[in-house]
């Protein structure tokens, strides 16, 4: 492992900056020449990624949610999140489409997929719901390759409709009646990621967000399930769990990024929201990953789609 994670601009090229319309389209396979089908923990600060496999088998992971699928299987993942695969490289492949942060902010007014949450589903291609994601990424590939007029136009009501059937096949479409709370809990959400290394406030961050103590409870209730205060920590908890199970530091260093004093209190904390010491699950979430998988198993902690 690594000591840091790294983060790409398309996998294996350096962060560079990017046009706020920005796309990328191209297969997986496209760059087996640098990955040969292993694509090890990495993340993209500033795209977007949709991943549909339309051919093959193999184990994709997002953060530590970790789904053995065979095609067709199709993932989100917001920008920041970390992801990775392992797939025999001679008969899968995948579309991957990357879409800069900045046209996301357009996009994601034109779809009901939650923006800022990670998705991966696998399901059957027999099934009619999937046949129209297949067709519908096809369309996109094409369109990229052509440079036609008015492309950039097209490509954006392509990758609407794409991350609405994804929402569609994941049973995850968010009810309009919650519109305002979503807007708010999203732009807390991103708050909590760039500050909770900082150890801010309830006060503060209803401060920053121009709004009330009342109304930052109810967007993280309806929204998460859980008081500002929960998600802080959970968003904390991510990041721990993210620097064990990918990189080698230390708990005390773990313990400083994510805005704890010692490590004592960080194993502490740890322990009280998933039931083991961090070395403990650091070092069972390794041996999972050195064990064949069970082909065809579902060990994402995320419900799949009815497939037939």
Same mark, same amino acid.
């Given at each position: 492992?690594?000591? +840091?994670?790294?983060?790409?601009? +398309?996998?294996?090229?350096?962060?560079?900056?990017?046009?706020?319309?920005?796309?990328?389209?191209?297969?997986?396979?496209? @760059?087996?020449?640098?990955?040969?089908? #292993?694509?090890?923990?990495?993340?993209?600060?500033?795209? !977007?990624?949709?991943?549909?496999?339309? @051919?093959?088998? /193999?184990?994709?992971?997002? *953060?530590?949610?970790?789904?053995?699928?065979?095609?067709?299987? +199709?993932?989100?993942?917001?920008?920041?999140?970390?992801?990775?695969?392992?797939?025999?490289?001679?008969?899968?492949?995948?579309?991957?489409?990357?879409? !800069? $942060?900045?046209?996301?902010?357009?996009? @994601?007014? &034109?779809?009901? =997929?939650?923006?800022?949450?990670?998705?991966?589903?696998?399901?059957?291609?027999?099934? &009619?719901?999937?046949?129209?994601?297949?067709?519908?990424? *096809?369309?996109?590939?094409?369109?990229?390759?052509?440079?036609?007029?008015?492309? #950039?136009?097209?490509?954006?009501?392509?990758?609407?409709?794409?991350?609405?059937?994804?929402?569609?096949?994941?049973?995850?479409?968010?009810?309009?009646?919650?519109?305002?709370?979503?807007?708010?809990?999203?732009?807390? @959400?991103?708050?909590?990621?760039?500050?909770?290394? *900082?150890?801010?406030?309830?006060?503060?961050?209803? $401060?920053?967000?121009?709004?009330?103590?009342?109304?930052? !409870?109810?967007?993280?209730?309806?929204?998460?399930?859980?008081?500002?205060?929960?998600?802080?920590?959970? &968003?904390?908890?991510?990041?721990?769990? &993210?620097?064990?199970?990918?990189?080698?530091?230390?708990?005390?260093?773990?313990? %400083?990024?994510?805005?704890?004093?010692?490590?004592? %209190?960080?194993?502490?904390?740890?322990?009280?929201?998933? /039931?083991?010491?961090?070395?403990?699950?650091?070092?069972?979430? =390794?041996?999972?990953?050195?064990?064949?998988?069970?082909?065809?198993?579902?060990? !994402? *902690?995320?419900?799949?789609?009815?497939?037939?």
């Amino acid at each position: 492992m690594a000591d +840091v994670i790294p983060s790409f601009f +398309v996998y294996g090229e350096p962060e560079q900056p990017l046009e706020p319309g920005f796309f990328h389209v191209e297969t997986v396979m496209a @760059r087996r020449g640098l990955h040969q089908g #292993q694509v090890k923990a990495h993340k993209h600060d500033q795209l !977007a990624q949709v991943t549909y496999w339309f @051919r093959g088998r /193999g184990t994709y992971f997002i *953060e530590d949610k970790v789904l053995d699928f065979s095609a067709p299987a +199709v993932s989100f993942v917001p920008s920041g999140i970390v992801h990775g695969f392992s797939v025999e490289p001679l008969e899968s492949d995948a579309f991957v489409i990357s879409i !800069a $942060d900045g046209l996301m902010l357009s996009i @994601r007014e &034109r779809t009901v =997929l939650p923006p800022d949450a990670p998705i991966m589903v696998a399901g059957s291609s027999d099934d &009619r719901q999937w046949q129209r994601l297949a067709q519908l990424m *096809e369309m996109i590939a094409n369109e990229y390759g052509t440079g036609a007029f008015a492309t #950039q136009s097209m490509m954006a009501s392509l990758a609407s409709a794409i991350l609405t059937q994804i929402a569609r096949l994941a049973s995850l479409a968010p009810s309009s009646a919650h519109a305002r709370d979503s807007m708010l809990a999203t732009q807390l @959400r991103q708050m909590i990621d760039a500050h909770f290394r *900082e150890n801010w406030s309830i006060g503060r961050y209803t $401060d920053a967000l121009a709004t009330t103590p009342h109304l930052l !409870a109810k967007a993280s209730n309806t929204a998460f399930g859980m008081q500002v205060k929960e998600l802080i920590n959970e &968003r904390r908890l991510l990041e721990a769990k &993210r620097l064990l199970l990918f990189t080698v530091r230390s708990l005390e260093d773990i313990a %400083y990024e994510i805005g704890l004093r010692d490590a004592a %209190y960080f194993s502490r904390f740890f322990r009280l929201r998933t /039931g083991m010491a961090p070395r403990d699950w650091r070092r069972s979430k =390794l041996a999972d990953a050195v064990a064949p998988p069970a082909t065809g198993s579902m060990r !994402a *902690e995320r419900r799949r789609p009815d497939a037939k």
